[in-house]
């Protein structure tokens, strides 16, 4: 079984810490750490320490993946992109509940957690990867990193989309079953180098979608919390919930769910593949409906005196 890891002790920051104060410790941490700035002897502790601190910036620095952390843990990550888990809501064994972001590149390449290069993440931060004086062998131009606002149908269908960024305009690809906080990054599509035979940066897009209100994302899947009467609680009913509709429009449709006489608060009933659609289309996640039940506050006589009689049979 993996070994739980304390990122948040790692960069010496509380688990509150803002996005800002996560890169500042970072920074402070790899400079210091940098197998390049110790003593010989000490060298391969600090090797050792710099993948630590770079792992915990891994996980920190994305919003999501931050939010799988501290649900999950370091576990959750364990395996690469795909994680460890595969749980769902209330004991569902409904699809993926490991990491749930993912980087896709302009050139159809995929990159996952599980297999990164610590010293990559310090040239992207800094710009270099030792502190003799040395570029790295690509001699790269500068990443860019923006930030893109994409509707729901645009997340669930993908689209294409150009941006102006520094590097100027670009077309980019958003894939189908993108999520918020996605990370997408185009290869050569940064700044020019400003070396000579160099190679031009990355572009970095971190992806915030606009959910329905009603849906709480967790992977693949979806939560929807449903009010029924008390009485529909008791007796059974059929309702409507909002579902992932690939045939619709925008995305959405409703699908009609059957509640079982007796259900109690907090139930929760599962339509498969009404999900979320999986990253570059490789079918759907499910959705999930919790039942809140909805007692009056006040009662008539005649409504008392049945219960009443109830409660004496």
């Given at each position: 079984?993996?070994?739980?890891?304390?990122?948040?002790?790692?960069?010496?920051?509380?688990?509150?810490?803002?996005?800002?104060?996560?890169?500042?410790?970072?920074?402070?941490?790899?400079?210091?750490?940098h197998p390049d700035v110790v003593k010989d002897g000490d060298k391969d502790a600090a090797e050792k320490r710099f993948k630590e601190i770079n792992e915990a910036y891994q996980?920190?620095?994305?919003?999501?993946?931050?939010?799988?952390?501290?649900?999950?843990?370091?576990?959750?990550?364990?395996?690469?992109?795909?994680?460890?888990?595969?749980?769902?809501?209330?004991?569902?064994?409904?699809?993926?509940?490991?990491?749930?972001?993912?980087?896709?590149?302009?050139?159809?390449?995929?990159?996952?957690?599980?297999?990164?290069?610590?010293?990559?993440?310090?040239?992207?931060?800094?710009?270099?990867?030792?502190?003799?004086?040395?570029?790295?062998?690509?001699?790269?131009?500068?990443?860019?990193?923006?930030?893109?606002?994409?509707?729901?149908?645009?997340?669930?269908?993908?689209?294409?989309?150009?941006?102006?960024?520094?590097?100027?305009?670009?077309?980019?690809?958003?894939?189908?079953?993108?999520?918020?906080?996605?990370?997408?990054?185009?290869?050569?599509?940064?700044?020019?180098?400003?070396?000579?035979?160099?190679?031009?940066?990355?572009?970095?897009?971190?992806?915030?979608?606009?959910?329905?209100?009603?849906?709480?994302?967790?992977?693949?899947?979806?939560?929807?919390?449903?009010?029924?009467?008390?009485?529909?609680?008791?007796?059974?009913?059929?309702?409507?919930?909002?579902?992932?509709?690939?045939?619709?429009?925008?995305?959405?449709?409703?699908?009609?769910?059957?509640?079982?006489?007796?259900?109690?608060?907090?139930?929760?009933?599962?339509?498969?593949?009404?999900?979320?659609?999986?990253?570059?289309?490789?079918?759907?996640?499910?959705?999930?409906?919790?039942?809140?039940?909805?007692?009056?506050?006040?009662?008539?006589?005649?409504?008392?005196?049945?219960?009443?009689?109830?409660?004496?049979?």
């Amino acid at each position: 079984m993996p070994t739980n890891k304390d990122y948040y002790h790692v960069l010496g920051v509380g688990k509150n810490a803002s996005q800002e104060e996560i890169k500042q410790a970072y920074r402070k941490l790899a400079r210091e750490h940098h197998p390049d700035v110790v003593k010989d002897g000490d060298k391969d502790a600090a090797e050792k320490r710099f993948k630590e601190i770079n792992e915990a910036y891994q996980i920190l620095k994305d919003p999501q993946k931050r939010t799988m952390y501290d649900q999950y843990g370091s576990s959750a990550f364990a395996g690469g992109p795909q994680g460890a888990g595969s749980q769902g809501f209330g004991g569902f064994n409904q699809g993926q509940w490991g990491p749930y972001t993912y980087t896709y590149t302009s050139n159809g390449q995929n990159y996952g957690f599980g297999d990164f290069d610590p010293f990559d993440v310090f040239e992207e931060f800094f710009g270099f990867r030792g502190f003799g004086g040395q570029r790295s062998a690509g001699r790269k131009g500068k990443n860019l990193y923006y930030e893109l606002v994409v509707s729901f149908s645009e997340a669930v269908f993908g689209v294409e989309k150009q941006v102006n960024v520094e590097s100027g305009k670009v077309t980019i690809k958003i894939p189908t079953g993108v999520r918020n906080g996605t990370e997408l990054r185009f290869a050569g599509k940064g700044m020019p180098s400003k070396v000579t035979g160099g190679v031009p940066g990355d572009l970095y897009i971190s992806v915030k979608v606009v959910y329905p209100k009603d849906f709480e994302i967790y992977g693949d899947d979806i939560l929807v919390r449903k009010e029924i009467d008390f009485v529909d609680a008791v007796l059974g009913t059929t309702v409507e919930v909002p579902v992932v509709d690939l045939s619709g429009k925008d995305g959405l449709g409703t699908a009609k769910l059957k509640i079982p006489e007796g259900t109690q608060p907090g139930a929760r009933f599962m339509l498969k593949g009404k999900g979320m659609p999986r990253l570059q289309g490789r079918g759907q996640g499910n959705l999930v409906t919790e039942i809140r039940i909805i007692f009056p506050k006040k009662l008539s006589r005649a409504q008392r005196d049945l219960l009443e009689r109830y409660k004496m049979l």
